[in-house]
Structure formats: C-alpha cells, structure tokens
C-alpha cells in the first residue's frame, strides 16, 4: 500500500511532463505562420480550397472536416491562414480516453499560418514552415514557466546518454503542481490518488515535489531498431534533493520484499528498477545529485548517471538543436517517432532508419498569450516524441493484456 502512494507522489513529475506536451500537441492541430504575426485571413468560413489544401498534409486532414475550423484562407502558393476552436478539436479524442471536459484546459482559439516550401527556400523542399498565436490564459500552459529569466534546461540535457533520436525541454512552473484543483475535473481522479498517498505517509507530497523541482526537466527517446518500441530518459532538475531521495529509499526498500523490483547502488547511486507485469517497458528510478531520473531500463538508468560524469559534454544531433531556453520545445529525427504520428493519422509511411529533423517551440507572447513556432519535414506537432512513445507503450501492454 505504502509503495503504491510513493509512486503516485513520483507520477505527478511525468504526469506534469505529459500534460504540458499534450498541450502544445493538442493546440498545433490550429494555426500557423511562417513568420511571428496575426494571422491574416481571420474570420472568413474556409472555403473548399482550404479544406482541400488540408487534406493535402495528413497530420491534418482531421482538421479539413471539423466544425472546429472557424476560418480559413489559402494564398496562391498554397500558404495557410487558420482559426480554429482547440477544445472542439480534441474533446471527442480526450472524451473517448474518459477525460471529458479535459479541452477546457487548452487556449479559446489559435490563429496561424502553414506554408509548406514546394521551391527552393530557406526550409528543405517540401518543409513545413509554422507559427500558431494563442491568446490568453490556458490552464494547462500555466504549467509552463514564461519568465524571461527562469532557469535554462542545461544540467538535465548533460544528464542525457549517448545520442536520443528525439526529445522535449520543457521548464516547468512547479508551483502549479501544488494547485488543489490542477487539471479540472478530469483529472479529479488522479488527485484522488494523491490525496490518499498524502494522508496514507502523513506529508503534504504535492507541496514538497512543488518546492524541490527547480522547473527545468527533459525527454529523450531513444530508438531501439524495432519500429513499435522504443526507450527513454528523463531528467528533471531539483532544488534539493533530500525529500524526494528519502521517498525513493522507502519505495526501494518496500520494493524490494517482491520480485519485481531490483535495488542496488551504482557509481555510490541508491537505484531502483521495477518489472512490468505486463512484459512491457518497466522503469528505473534514481536520485542523483540535483537530478531526479526516470528510464524506461536500469541500462538506461546507469548511463545516464555515468553521462552525468563526464568531464565534457558535448551535444550532437537533435539535443545540438533543442532550444533550453523556451518554455517547451521538442526536436525529431526519429523513425519511430514519424511512423507514431502517420499511425495516428491513418496514413501511409515508408520504414526509414531515419527520418528528417522537425523542430518546434513554444514561448510566451504579450501578457497572457503564446506562440508555437515550427518547421521541419513534417508539422510541428510531428515533433513530439511523448505521445507517440506513451500511445506505443499503452497499446502494447493492451495487447499483452488480452
């Protein structure tokens, strides 16, 4: 009982991380610009032009149908001025997963522009060119920390092992996660659960993790040769590491009375990694230093603590290209991570060993807005590699299951 109250306090970190990708995810299915600027066009019905140039680009043929398509205009070159009602958009979606009411978490509106370069420019041809407008508040962006001076995601990134096909930075604002009623009703249940881990180990678990978490925190997907599977890191920056380094030692040492968990010290490291039942990814969970750190397999988990201790780190390929100074941004040339999405889209997609970079990042706008910007071979929602890795490793403990 215990064991299972430590980690719900441990699943409110990456839940904060999916969360706040599954916001940028579920808005960029709305607007664009290849420059910073309002979207021209604004409050025109889309006409069959521009559900037909929509068409065109699979990650948003949903989007040619819906009635969350306020307005629309094509330009001759075939460049994209959209509104769109996000929380129309994916309330089926999230509705179906049994969370109802979540859109109401997401932005009013987005506004934006999509160019895809069909001549020689700046982007490789037939690169996608993006920028979407969010105005006002949105509950699940308040995630996100939007100050010009918050923390860099530099110490996570040096955590990172070897050369991650994709990831996510993301600085997060962790006072947020203390917030009685984070995430409306739909995510009642899930605070339930952490209510009830409170009173079980009688300490306030969410105001502690709120104040260790010193924002900065990364994904990294790591790509194993199998198209459907794949691994992953994540490291989260700490203020102090004391508390959530004592809830570890309790998780390992109840852990350790069954067979599903091996506990050991590596390099001077309390470790701790836990079998799915299932026969799917398990995970592997470690406090080192002012980094809390999450692998999707102790080998994982091991050489991270060893990239950690480096003397020089250098970063290559998609972690060269992230941005740790946005408030979120994600970068993708993974395989794995294309074949996600054109499942996802209900498209056809050729096996590659590797797939063209795609990047895209979101930053604070004015006083209350954002602004998603993106470009690459595919949308900038293609450059997320969360949803594609947790959706693969649902289905696959659903088929494991039946």
């Not at 109401?104 to 506004?111: D, F, I, K, M, N």
């Not at 590699?385 to 494991?400: A, H, I, L, T, Y």
């Amino acid at each position: 009982m215990k064991r299972s109250a430590v980690a719900t306090g441990v699943v409110v970190v990456a839940l904060a991380l999916a969360l706040a990708s599954l916001t940028v995810k579920g808005c960029a299915h709305r607007g664009a610009n290849p420059v910073a600027g309002p979207a021209a066009g604004s409050g025109r019905p889309p006409d069959i032009a521009v559900r037909a140039r929509l068409r065109g680009i699979p990650l948003y043929r949903t989007l040619a149908g819906a009635e969350a398509l306020r307005s629309g205009t094509v330009e001759s070159d075939g460049t994209l001025h959209l509104e769109v009602d996000p929380r129309a958009l994916v309330e089926p979606r999230l509705a179906a997963a049994g969370l109802r009411g979540a859109s109401e978490l997401l932005p009013v509106s987005a506004r934006g522009t999509i160019a895809k370069e069909s001549a020689a420019g700046t982007p490789p041809v037939g690169a996608f060119r993006e920028s979407w407008s969010f105005d006002g508040p949105a509950a699940l962006f308040d995630l996100l920390d939007r100050s010009s001076t918050g923390r860099p995601v530099t110490l996570a990134l040096d955590a990172l092992p070897g050369a991650p096909a994709a990831l996510v930075c993301l600085r997060l604002n962790p006072a947020r996660l203390a917030d009685p009623s984070l995430g409306g009703p739909a995510f009642a249940s899930w605070r339930d659960r952490a209510s009830f881990a409170e009173k079980l180990l009688g300490r306030p678990l969410r105001a502690e993790i709120a104040e260790d978490l010193a924002g900065p925190a990364v994904f990294a997907l790591y790509e194993t040769g199998d198209a459907a599977e794949a691994e992953a890191v994540v490291a989260v920056e700490l203020l102090r590491s004391d508390r959530l380094s004592g809830l570890l030692d309790m998780l390992f040492s109840l852990g350790a009375l069954t067979e599903r968990v091996t506990v050991r010290r590596y390099r001077g490291v309390p470790t701790g990694s836990f079998r799915s039942e299932s026969g799917g990814p398990g995970v592997a969970l470690a406090v080192d230093g002012p980094l809390l750190i999450a692998a999707t397999s102790r080998a994982r988990l091991e050489s991270a603590i060893d990239a950690r201790r480096r003397t020089l780190h250098f970063r290559a390929g998609v972690a060269a290209a992230a941005d740790p100074a946005a408030s979120w941004s994600a970068v993708s040339e993974s395989a794995f991570v294309a074949h996600g999405w054109a499942r996802l889209a209900r498209s056809s997609d050729e096996p590659k060993s590797k797939a063209a970079m795609t990047f895209a990042a979101l930053r604070p706008e004015g006083a209350t807005g954002w602004r998603l910007e993106g470009h690459g071979a595919g949308p900038a929602i293609s450059a997320d590699p969360v949803f594609p890795f947790v959706r693969s490793v649902w289905g696959g403990r659903q088929r494991d299951g039946d």
